[in-house]
C-alpha cells in the first residue's frame, strides 16, 4: 500500500514564526502536492512538484514555498506565519504516468496560527 | 481549463436506501474522473476512478460512479447507505500532466 506521513497531525504557532510542513511518501512517486483544505471552499493547490528540485505554483501560492530536495519528502514552509494560514494542509503524491495515476493522500495537519 | 463542481454541499438519505452524490466536469481532452472520501480530521481516501472503458466503475465500500459523456457526469451511487457512509466525498478530475483539480465537497449525513 502507498503510505504517505505528515510530520505532525495538530500544529500551533504564533504569528510570524516560520513552519515546517514535511511530508514523505514511500511508493518512489514522481509527484508531489501541497493542498490546504477550508470549509466551503474545498481543497486548493498551493504547490506541486513533478520532480527532485522542481516545483510549480498552485493556486495560491502566496505566503508559501516548499523544498523537494530528496523524491521522497517535500516540505512545505510558511516563511513568516499569519493567522489566515491557519487550514488543514494535506500532502499528496501520484505517479507521474499521463492522466491515469491515482493520488494518495497523507493524514493531514491541522495548524492553527495564534 | 478542468474544472469540476459539485452542486449539493449537503446530502442526506436514510440508512438503506440507494445515495447519490452528484459532479458534473469540464476537460479539454480525455476525462480522469475520480472520487475521494474523507472522514472526519482524516486525510483523502480514494475511491475509485474512470480513466477508460466501462461507463459503470466500481469502487471500494460498495461505492460505484457512472461515467456519462453526454452530460458530463460522473456521479457517486451505492445501493444501500450505510451510517459509516458518512463523511466528506470530493470529486477530482487530473490533467495530463498530472495536476488535480477537486470539487468543493459534498457532506453525506446517511440517517438511522
Known amino acids: 500500500d502507498v503510505k504517505v506521513t505528515q510530520s505532525s497531525r495538530y500544529l500551533v504557532k504564533r504569528t510570524g514564526e516560520k513552519v515546517f510542513l514535511e511530508c514523505v511518501q514511500d511508493?518512489?512517486?514522481?509527484?508531489m502536492f501541497w493542498y490546504r483544505q477550508d470549509p466551503g471552499l474545498g481543497l486548493r493547490l498551493i504547490y506541486f512538484?513533478?520532480?527532485?528540485?522542481?516545483?510549480e505554483k498552485g493556486d495560491i501560492p502566496e505566503g508559501y514555498s516548499v523544498s523537494r530536495e530528496k523524491k521522497e519528502r517535500f516540505s512545505l514552509i510558511l516563511e513568516s506565519a499569519s493567522t489566515n494560514q491557519t487550514s488543514m494542509y494535506l500532502c499528496?503524491?501520484?505517479?507521474?504516468?499521463?492522466?491515469?495515476?491515482?493520488?494518495?493522500f497523507g493524514p493531514g495537519t491541522r495548524l492553527t496560527v495564534l | 481549463a478542468q474544472s469540476v463542481a459539485q452542486p449539493e454541499d449537503q446530502v442526506n438519505v436514510a440508512e438503506g436506501n440507494p445515495l447519490t452524490v452528484k459532479c458534473t466536469y469540464s476537460v479539454s481532452g480525455n476525462p480522469y474522473l475520480f472520487w475521494y472520501v474523507q472522514y472526519p480530521n482524516r486525510g483523502l481516501q480514494f475511491l475509485l476512478k474512470y480513466i477508460t472503458g466501462d461507463n459503470l466503475v466500481k469502487g471500494s465500500y460498495g461505492f460505484e460512479a457512472e461515467f456519462n459523456k453526454s452530460q458530463t457526469s460522473f456521479h457517486l451511487k451505492k445501493p444501500s447507505a450505510l451510517v459509516s457512509d458518512s463523511a466528506l466525498y470530493f470529486c477530482a478530475v487530473r490533467d495530463l500532466v498530472g495536476q488535480f483539480y477537486f470539487g468543493t465537497g459534498t457532506s453525506l449525513t446517511v440517517i438511522p
Open positions: 511508493m518512489d512517486h514522481e509527484n
Open positions: 512538484s513533478y520532480d527532485v528540485k522542481m516545483k
Open positions: 499528496a503524491s501520484s505517479l507521474r504516468t499521463s492522466g491515469r495515476g491515482t493520488q494518495y
